[in-house]
């Protein structure tokens, strides 16, 4: 099943120049053949010690599940009937059965909202996407909000109001609280999760006002996005929190602050910066992005600078930067200045002078995981550098009287009883916490899970917690909006929210007040005069944006706080919890897609690693992909090694929010071993899924960077599934990238060459860097869709799609949009280990590296790469040695379906199942397609996906059971075909979820992207429709949007008619940085992308005239510079 | 030697004959019947909960198709009424009729009645009544005379073919734009499709895909 080498073509790891992990750059790793192999080993044949007469059983099965098969569908189709509503008033006057419908609404976060558009198929919401009239955050929402929807249907919610283990109703939930509330003398604390609500606000003001001393009110948050606000209030002396306004800035230095991944809000974030980066010509300004950074962030990955420096010393390089500046630093007493390099001060200097150069138009960023005292020194430097006021703006906020975790843990004599309006403190806690009388005292609390129905001590009352898309409620974002939360369901399980239980705490038993009436009245007291009914319909309170505190009312009234960190010694290492990319603070740990997204840095999928650099790894001894145990006073957590490129020395990255206990189907479940499947990725032993705890680590929630720690590596293997190793594409410069000088140059020449003779676009960037100059000259190998019928195509709609490699940060929204508007299945971790994963749309994240070169030899002369392989060495303790991954440079690309328009996947399909339509896409008719997966075999962007299992019906840990392997399932499936394996109680919620607007794919059928085919086809439906009898039917760019286009925040992705010449898709395509992947296949895709461009400054110590990848692809391409090349090309090839 | 084969074989080369000839015409006529599209539920007529004639009220009363239909023109689904529709009449009109208890009952218990549902197409194809009936595509092209039904029959195949069938030449399947809800509009006779019909494809610029991705996603 080996994939033979052509001549030519690249395709030994030796001459790898984009590697897309360690294993790769090193020549091999877990799966040493997939690059080589068309499908990873045992995606697609069957397991080895699959016997003769194992064969003859299922054959012998297949034959009579055949014959059953005729037997049960029988001859005719069964009669169905069809049920209308028993009145018209029942759907509501605009319901139309069939046609969707939209509301505003938003989703709460920590510390703002996301504002949404939700649309609801026959009363079930089945998809959200950020909504694009609101102006505070322009239609931009992350990866969480898009898979939020999936919350809702979670199969393991809470669905029962219990006490002492007893059922009973929401009512009498509701008058408990009443009583609580109303019982004399008994004292009540409250902990809640952090909100923006108003009304949550007032009821708290409301019971305050009423029970004086009776009540307290704490929030807990396992992490403390917070402390933005707490710094700034703190610096300037009154209740302010800062608003960064990433599109006014030119120059942006990051300390630790991941604002395009971790830090909340960073959609919005995104999309501004994305504006600042957008170049429809060369002589655009773009900005420049430095980052100071310890693990390899999103931000980081995105930097046109980036300085690795360890976590606690960001506090060194803030305080280095304000001396600079003038700022008298009180030093503590080790010193301020030790422990900054050399190196790292040139580094900040020339840094430093460039965001002088820009005052007013720089901006300085601390990150949550810094102390106040960093970001109160930021204030000071960007003070300094006039950026307040201009680049960042700062807000008031109303002050709050809530006390934190630790305090009412302190407090807790005063109180007779805990109310928990949704806390997991003994999740997140941390470990002085953990376990406490707390959640002893607990009497109320509103559960997430339905596990935490049954393990609950005496006299506690669970209620279900509801979802925001069930409940009514309000927040504000984070300009200052008010942004209704507006239900679009009733409550599944009849599910309660917090503003209900603070109402019916407040309230007696007779006038309490609804979810509705609360939030509608906190809506009058704060807009007395504007419409309601308006305010729900556009989803936002019009003009109510906080007004930003005038520069001159800015003082600091605190003094310059000092700063002390003492050098780290030899052999200690640092420990930094962070906010998982894949499931927040634990709170998606069990949605499916968010365990499934590969994270945007390590591709690792349904897992958290702890992450090391190479360096480190090698002093520690630590192993890639071993399990290490890691000690920390007491505490003690065993999880996998994960070597990480560009990561700080001496520190380890742990992501938070994984290693869930008690009964969660996504978060935590085991692989049964299953001798019949011959399955490297088991072995024998069984499989635990859903990752690490790294929370008993922690000492109090909020903490993020600790020192100390000891860690030793046990041994043993621990499999991950990452998809990264699939799909490689070899030694191509599949992304193609320039710095903004290297780009303006080829510009001018382009100019000053383009009306010559002998003009050839090729010599231009970025073609210049392509394999276009190595043709074949021999035509198209495939069939041209129309060359041959030009009347099967249409002279109204053809449609492309351009991606700006410039835009794109890797946030993985779409990957999840797209999940959600195509009801694609997750596959599981075995599945993934597997190469089944079946993602549309990917997110390629490649690294090169400074002085990489793909073509180095060994002392013999051979081929580094194939030495280490000849020698049978598999590379994996080889892999640290490798220098140049420690400061590498990201590139990301989403790649998906290109729809070539001489498609290789058309040509190979026996049954005409993926076709071209007359529109220039190349579609998948699923109910023709018989599974030869032929066409994957032959694509060569490797972006089609097969299902192998009938993964909506099947659970994920038994997926190899089906009708043909156990009895009772055939028996279930002649008694009713239509039956899942699942969980009934699983299989209904997830059914919900699906749009109805495409095909929900059995097992055996080939799928890709279809350009969202099913919204293209209802956008000309709609048009036709209003057309009537008139002939205008054609689309504009304002009628269809695909959805992962919808998703990204930062406007990467250009979808359109390329025969509209006022669409926005052909005016991209025009752009000269257009390049098509692959180009030497002249397959005309019609997925373009805009090759990248870096912003180096020349100043900098590390800068750098060409991006990494350049030099790269000239070694490994045996080129000279760039001048020879074009030299080369002129000579027509070699 | 001369046993080695029995009597009876002497004959098996008729009956391989025959016998194949039969099964060969089984499977022939077995093929013919269930994988051809026009295995279809043609002539098709279950008994429905209310004896509702389309006859008497579309037909004799002549009532617009969209006054109990009324979504079809919104929505790819054609709505079936509730019982309220029935009732805006019918708490005048045969008030008492015991033939319409069902819908008087439905209607009070707030209980949908259960129609039994007679067109239909497979679940993967993303048939569109809003998208033909606005684009000059009567309900008669795909119902039949329904206005003549005292109980609605299938009376075309909807099958693949029958849909590929109009989609192939629009120009006989398009009427004026006014016409689509009247089931008894006939071309004039100095209609002709391919001068009046294609004309009326021209003006409405009539773009009926025949790619796999208008009905299948």
Redesign the interface.
């Known amino acids: 099943m080996k994939a033979p080498t052509q001549k030519g073509q690249v395709t030994n790891a030796s001459e790898t120049q984009y590697w897309r992990s360690i294993g790769q750059s090193i020549g091999k790793e877990e799966h040493p053949d997939w690059t080589d192999r068309e499908f990873p080993e045992g995606a697609s044949e069957l397991p080895e010690n699959f016997s003769r007469r194992d064969f003859l059983k299922l054959m012998g099965a297949s034959a009579g599940l055949a014959g059953a098969g005729m037997l049960g569908v029988g001859?005719?189709?069964p009669?169905?009937?069809?049920?209308?509503?028993?009145?018209?008033?029942?759907p509501g006057q605009d319901y139309?059965?069939?046609?969707p419908m939209y509301f505003a609404t938003a989703m709460p976060t920590r510390t703002g909202a996301t504002p949404l558009l939700a649309e609801s198929n026959e009363g079930r919401p089945t998809k959200v996407s950020g909504n694009p009239d609101c102006p505070s955050v322009e239609g931009s929402a992350d990866g969480f909000a898009y898979a939020s929807i999936l919350n809702l249907y979670d199969p393991d919610r809470a669905r029962q109001y219990t006490k002492n283990g007893k059922v009973f109703t929401k009512r009498n939930a509701l008058d408990e609280l009443s009583e609580m509330g109303s019982k004399e003398g008994a004292r009540t604390a409250f902990l809640m999760p952090e909100s923006t609500s108003p009304s949550r606000k007032r009821l708290i003001r409301d019971i305050q006002a009423k029970y004086g001393d009776r009540v307290g009110f704490y929030v807990h948050e396992a992490l403390d996005f917070k402390i933005h606000q707490r710094a700034a209030t703190e610096a300037f002396g009154r209740p302010i929190r800062p608003s960064w306004k990433l599109a006014k800035a030119s120059v942006v230095l990051s300390l630790d602050c991941d604002f395009m991944g971790a830090e909340e809000g960073s959609g919005h974030y995104t999309c501004d910066f994305s504006k600042t980066r957008k170049l429809a010509k060369a002589s655009d300004q773009m900005s420049r992005l430095y980052s100071v950074e310890a693990l390899l962030s999103q931000t980081g990955a995105n930097a046109d600078h980036r300085l690795r420096s360890n976590a606690s010393q960001i506090a060194l390089v803030a305080s280095y930067l304000a001396r600079k500046l003038g700022i008298e630093v009180p030093s503590g007493s080790a010193g301020v200045d030790t422990g900054l390099s050399d190196n790292q001060t040139a580094w900040l200097d020339a840094c430093l002078k460039d965001l002088k150069n820009h005052s007013g138009k720089g901006l300085v960023l601390s990150g949550y995981r810094q102390p106040e005292a960093v970001h109160i020194l930021v204030h000071r430097i960007n003070d300094a550098l006039g950026n307040n006021g201009k680049t960042i703006e700062f807000l008031p906020v109303e002050s709050e009287e809530t006390g934190s975790l630790q305090d009412l843990a302190n407090d807790l004599g005063k109180f007779d009883r805990v109310i928990d309006l949704g806390c997991n403190v003994q999740y997140d806690g941390g470990a002085s916490i953990r376990g406490d009388a707390i959640t002893q005292r607990t009497e109320f609390r509103l559960t997430n899970f339905k596990h935490d129905e049954s393990h609950s001590s005496e006299g506690i009352i669970n209620a279900p917690r509801a979802h925001y898309l069930e409940s009514w409620g309000d927040a504000f974002t984070s300009d200052g909006t008010l942004v209704p939360v507006q239900p679009l369901i009733a409550p599944l399980f009849d599910a309660m929210s917090e503003l209900e239980v603070l109402a019916a705490f407040i309230a007696g038993k007779e006038k309490r007040s609804t979810g509705y009436e609360v939030v509608q009245s906190t809506f009058d007291e704060i807009a007395p005069e504007q419409s309601w009914e308006r305010y729900l319909h556009v989803g936002f309170l019009q003009d109510s944006q906080t007004t930003p505190v005038t520069a001159e009312d800015l003082k600091f009234s605190s003094d310059v706080p000092s700063i002390e960190v003492a050098p780290i010694k030899t052999g200690e290492v640092e420990l930094i919890f962070t906010r998982d990319y894949s499931v927040d603070d634990g709170r998606f740990a069990n949605n499916g897609w968010c365990q499934e997204v590969p994270d945007p840095i390590t591709k690792i999928t349904w897992d958290n690693v702890i992450s090391v650099s190479r360096l480190t790894s090698e002093e520690l001894n630590l192993k890639h992909g071993e399990m290490a145990e890691l000690r920390l006073g007491e505490e003690k957590v065993e999880a996998p090694v994960w070597v990480q490129p560009g990561q700080a020395d001496n520190c380890l990255g742990l992501p938070l929010g994984y290693g869930r206990t008690g009964k969660l189907r996504i978060a935590n479940f085991e692989y049964e071993s299953r001798p019949l499947i011959n399955n490297e990725f088991f072995g024998s032993e069984k499989i635990p899924v859903g990752g690490f705890d790294f929370y008993p680590l922690r000492s109090h929630p909020g903490v993020s960077i600790v020192r100390g720690g000891k860690i030793r590596s046990t041994g043993k293997a621990y499999p991950l599934s990452s998809t990264q190793e699939h799909w490689s594409m070899e030694g191509r410069p599949i992304i193609r990238e320039a710095t903004l000088a290297e780009y303006r140059k080829s510009e001018a020449k382009r100019a000053s060459e383009i009306d010559k003779e002998d003009y050839n676009e090729k010599h231009f960037f970025p073609d210049n860097l392509g394999l276009g100059s190595h043709a074949r000259n021999e035509g198209k190998i495939y069939k041209h869709p129309y060359k041959a019928n030009p009347e099967t195509q249409?002279d109204?709609h053809q449609w492309g799609m351009s991606v700006d490699l410039n835009s794109c940060m890797g946030c993985n929204a779409c990957v999840i949009a797209c999940q959600s508007e195509n009801n694609i299945p997750i596959v599981g971790k075995e599945q993934v280990a597997n190469g089944r994963e079946m993602h549309w749309l990917r997110i390629d994240r490649y690294y090169t590296g400074r002085n990489h070169n793909p073509q180095e030899k060994d002392p013999n002369g051979l081929p580094l790469i194939k030495a280490i392989k000849d020698k049978g060495q598999d590379g994996d303790d080889l892999q640290h040695t490798e220098e140049w991954i420690d400061d590498p440079q990201v590139v990301n690309m989403p790649m998906s379906c290109v729809h070539c328009e001489s498609a290789p996947c058309e040509s190979v399909c026996p049954v005409n199942a993926t076709?071209h339509?007359?529109?220039g896409?190349n579609?998948m008719?699923?109910?023709?397609c018989v599974g030869t997966r032929y066409c994957s075999n032959n694509c060569a962007w490797k972006v089609r996906r097969f299902n192998y299992f009938d993964y909506n019906k099947r659970p994920l840990e038994n997926l190899y059971d089906s009708p043909m392997t156990k009895p009772s399932l055939f028996f279930d499936w002649l008694g009713d075909r239509e039956k899942s394996s699942k969980d009934e109680d699983e299989w209904d919620l997830l059914k919900l979820a699906k749009n109805p607007?495409?095909?929900v794919r059995m097992r055996g059928v080939m799928e890709k992207c279809?350009y969202c085919?099913?919204r293209?086809?209802n956008a000309k439906?709609a048009k036709?429709?209003k057309?009537?009898?008139?002939?205008?039917?054609m689309l504009k760019d304002t009628d269809i949007k695909t959805a992962c286009q919808s998703a990204c925040s930062a406007d990467a992705i250009t979808f359109g008619n390329l025969l509209d010449k006022d669409s926005a898709v052909v005016a991209e395509k025009a752009n000269t940085r257009t390049y098509e992947t692959l180009d030497f296949l002249d397959n005309g895709a019609r997925t373009t992308y805009l090759a990248k461009v870096r912003n180096p400054n020349p100043d900098m110590p590390d800068a750098y005239e060409k991006p990494f990848s350049t030099k790269e692809y000239k070694a490994s391409e045996g080129h000279g510079d760039e001048h020879d090349h074009h030299h080369h090309e002129k000579e027509g090839g070699h | 030697m001369s046993n080695i084969f029995p009597k009876w074989t002497n004959r098996l080369p008729l009956i391989l004959l025959v016998g194949g000839l039969v099964a060969g015409a089984c499977v022939v006529a077995g093929v013919t019947y269930y994988f051809t599209p026009k295995y279809t539920r043609v002539g098709y007529e279950p008994i429905q909960p209310v004896a509702f004639s389309h006859e008497v009220h579309s037909g004799q009363m002549g009532i617009d198709c969209r006054y109990c239909h009324n979504d079809v023109d919104k929505s790819w689904f054609s709505n079936i009424p509730s019982a309220e529709t029935c009732m805006k009449c019918h708490t005048q009109v045969l008030a008492d009729d015991p033939r319409l208890a069902p819908i008087r009952e439905s209607f009070e218990k707030n209980k949908p009645i259960p129609w039994v549902q007679v067109h239909k197409v497979p679940d993967y194809v993303y048939f569109n009544h809003a998208v033909h009936v606005n684009r000059g595509v009567s309900c008669v092209s795909c119902h039949g005379k329904v206005n003549e039904m005292k109980v609605v029959q299938h009376s075309k195949p909807l099958s693949m073919a029958f849909c590929l069938d109009c989609h192939r030449n629009p120009h006989e399947g398009v009427r004026p734009h006014d016409e689509v809800y009247n089931l008894d509009w006939e071309p004039p006779a100095e209609w002709s499709f391919d001068r009046e019909g294609a004309e009326l494809v021209n003006k409405m610029n009539v773009r009926s895909s025949q790619n796999c991705s208008a009905c299948h996603r």
């Open positions: 001859c005719r189709r009669e169905e009937v069809i049920v209308p509503f028993g009145s018209e008033q029942e139309v059965h069939g046609v249409s109204m076709v339509d007359a529109e896409m579609v008719a699923y109910n023709r607007q495409v095909s279809d085919s099913a293209i086809q439906i036709k429709v057309a009537g009898a008139s002939g205008d039917v």
